[in-house]
C-alpha cells in the first residue's frame, strides 16, 4: 500500500514539474481566433504605451516589451524559443487537493537531456526533488529513505517513473498539446509588474494521452475537458499559470477538485543543480520494505 502511495505522490510531483516549466501554455487551431479577437484588440490599444516604457527600460527580463496576440501556429513554437533562449528562471507553484495545500519553489533550465531542476515543497507533502540526467532524486520523510535521496530511472518510457519523465520533458508536453479544441486570449493583466497576455487553454484529455503514449485507460482519472490559464509577456516567456481540475472518484463518489498555481520569475538568472553525491543516495524504496 505504500508503493501506491508513492505512486500517488510521484504523479503529484509530476503535475507540479509539468506546470512548474510552463508546458500547460499550449498551440492551438484556428478555433480560438474568433472568441478571442475582442480581447485581442483592447491588448492592442495598451501596445502604445508598453512601447514608451520599453524605450526607457534596460532591464532584461522585466523590459515591457508591446503585446502581441499569439495564433495557433504560433504558440508553440513562440513559448519554447523563448524559454530555451533564457535558459533558466524561478518558479513557485501552490497546488491544493482534498483540504491539503502544498508550496514547491525550484530552480529550473534547460539541459541536453531535457529539463534539469530542483526544488522543495512544504506543507502537505514535505519533498525535496532533483531532477537531472534522466533521474530524479526524491527526499522526503514519506519514503523512508531516511536522510539518503531515492534515485528513480526515469529512462525506461513503459515504466511508471518513465511516463513522469515524459511529463517532465517540457518539449514532449507541449508538442502533445498542439492541437487543444480552443485557445482564447481574455485580455492583458500585469504579472509582477510585467504586462502579460491572459491565455485560456481547452484540451481533449484523450488527445492528450493518446499523444504522450500514456494508457487510454487514465483518462477515466480526468475530466472531460482540461482548462488550463497561462500569462504570457511580450517577450512569449510565461509569467503565470492556474490550472482547476475535478478528478472523477474511482470508486464513483464525489469528484475531487485540485488546484494548482504559480509563477515564473527570473529569467536567464544563474542555477546551480547536481545530482546527491552517490554516498547520499539509495535506489532501494522503502528500505527494502513491501
Not at 8 to 19: W, Y
Not at 154 to 163: A, H, Q, R, V, Y
Not at 167 to 177: I, L
Not at 212 to 241: H, I
Request: charged share 25%; net charge negative.
Amino acid at each position: 500500500m505504500r508503493v501506491t502511495s508513492l505512486a500517488r505522490r510521484l504523479g503529484s510531483v509530476a503535475l507540479v514539474l509539468s506546470v512548474g516549466v510552463g508546458v500547460t501554455a499550449c498551440n492551438d487551431d484556428s478555433s480560438g481566433s474568433d472568441s478571442s479577437s475582442s480581447a485581442s484588440d483592447d491588448s492592442s490599444s495598451d501596445d502604445s504605451s508598453s512601447d514608451d516604457s520599453s524605450a526607457s527600460t534596460d532591464d532584461g527580463t522585466e523590459e515591457a516589451e508591446a503585446l502581441t496576440e499569439l495564433d495557433g501556429a504560433g504558440f508553440y513554437p513562440s513559448v519554447m524559443d523563448a524559454m530555451k533562449e533564457a535558459e533558466t528562471f524561478n518558479f513557485q507553484t501552490v497546488s491544493g487537493s482534498g483540504g491539503q495545500s502544498q508550496t514547491m519553489e525550484g530552480q529550473a533550465r534547460f539541459g541536453d537531456d531535457g529539463i534539469e531542476m530542483k526544488a522543495s515543497s512544504t506543507g502537505g507533502q514535505q519533498m525535496e526533488l532533483i531532477l537531472i540526467d534522466q533521474a530524479m532524486y526524491l527526499k522526503s520523510p514519506d519514503l523512508g529513505t531516511g536522510d539518503k535521496w531515492l534515485k528513480v530511472d526515469l529512462s525506461d518510457p513503459n515504466s511508471l517513473f518513465g511516463m513522469i519523465g515524459k511529463a517532465t520533458d517540457p518539449e514532449v508536453m507541449f508538442k502533445s498539446m498542439e492541437a487543444p479544441k480552443k485557445l482564447e486570449l481574455l485580455g492583458s493583466e500585469e504579472v509582477d509588474g510585467v504586462e502579460t497576455n491572459h491565455y485560456r487553454i481547452t484540451m481533449d484529455p484523450k488527445k492528450y494521452l493518446d499523444a504522450m503514449e500514456f494508457p487510454a485507460a487514465m483518462a477515466d482519472m480526468l475530466p472531460k475537458e482540461l482548462v488550463t490559464e497561462m500569462w504570457v509577456d511580450g517577450d512569449n516567456l510565461p509569467r503565470k499559470f492556474s490550472q482547476t481540475l475535478d478528478v472523477p472518484s474511482v470508486a464513483g463518489g464525489k469528484a475531487t477538485t485540485t488546484t494548482s498555481e504559480g509563477t515564473y520569475t527570473d529569467f536567464g538568472t544563474d542555477v546551480e543543480i547536481e545530482a546527491p553525491p552517490a554516498n547520499q543516495v539509495t535506489e532501494d524504496m522503502f528500505g527494502g520494505a513491501a
